[in-house]
C-alpha cells in the first residue's frame, strides 16, 4: 500500500505521520484518527490506495517543458494514450454509469455531469469550492480530441454549471475559473470549475498545465480543427511514462546526456 502526503506545514508532520501509519497497516478502511495538539497547523491529504500515476505526480522530480507539435501527438502521445489500461479509468466510467457516486452529482446535461473534485475535502468551505465536470464521451480523452462538433454542447455545459453553482453557492461567473488540463492527471476528458479563491490549486492552474475553458470554446469558434492542428506546450516529469517515450523518440534529452 502506498500513500501521497501534502502538507502545507511540516511542523508536527512526523507525529501525525506515526499515528496515521498503523492505522493504515492493520485496518481495511480508516475509520478515525486522533490527531496530536502538536500537529495541528499541519494540513494532510491522503490517497489511498494510490497507483503509480498519484505516485508520480505528488513526488519530488525533475520537469521538462515539452512543445508538442500535431506530428509528436500522433507518433508519441496518442500511442501512449491508445495503450493505456482501461482499468486505469474504471472509476470515471463507473461514475458515468451511475454506479457510484450517484447521490453526489450537482448538476448534469447530455454532454457531462459536475460532481465535487476529491480535493474538495469541506464543502461547507466555499472559498474552497472545487467542482469536475466528467464528459459522457468516452472517445473524448483529452482537448486533443474536441473539435467544432462539441462547440454547442461545451457551452450549453459552461452555462449550465455556472447556473449550478450560482444557485448552490451564490458564485458568479467571474468568480469561478474554468481550465482543463493538458496533460490531464487521467485520459478522460474532464474540466474543473474550482473558485478563485481555492487555495490547492498550485501548480494545477500554471502555464503549460491549464487551458481555460474560454479560450478552448474561443479557438474552436475560429477553427473547428484548432486542436488538432495546433502546437501545444506543457509540462511533464521525469516519473510520468510518457517522459520515456518522449525521450525515447528524441523530443525531449535525459538529464546527464
Known sequence: MELVLECSWIKGLVRLFLQLLPLVLTNK?????????QANPVEMMVICPANDVDVAKYSEQRRSLVRETPSVYASVTLPFVQALPEAQTAWVRAILSKDQEADKILYEDDFGMLLPDTKWTDEDDL?????????????????????GAHLQPLKQLRAGVYAELLRRYSLRPDQVRAY?????????AHIH???????????????????????IIDALERDASHFQTSSITYVVGERDDLYARLVQAGVLVPEGV
Open 180 to 188: 482543463v488540463h493538458y496533460l490531464p492527471s487521467f485520459w478522460m
Open 29 to 37: 478502511h480508516l475509520i478515525s484518527l486522533q490527531v496530536p495538539v
Open 127 to 147: 472559498r474552497s469550492m472545487h467542482t469536475l465536470a466528467l464528459l459522457k464521451d468516452t472517445a473524448v480523452r483529452s482537448v486533443r480530441d474536441l473539435t
Open 193 to 215: 470549475f474550482a473558485a478563485l479563491t481555492c487555495p490547492r490549486l498550485g501548480m494545477s492552474t500554471c502555464t503549460g498545465k491549464a487551458i481555460l475553458l474560454d479560450d
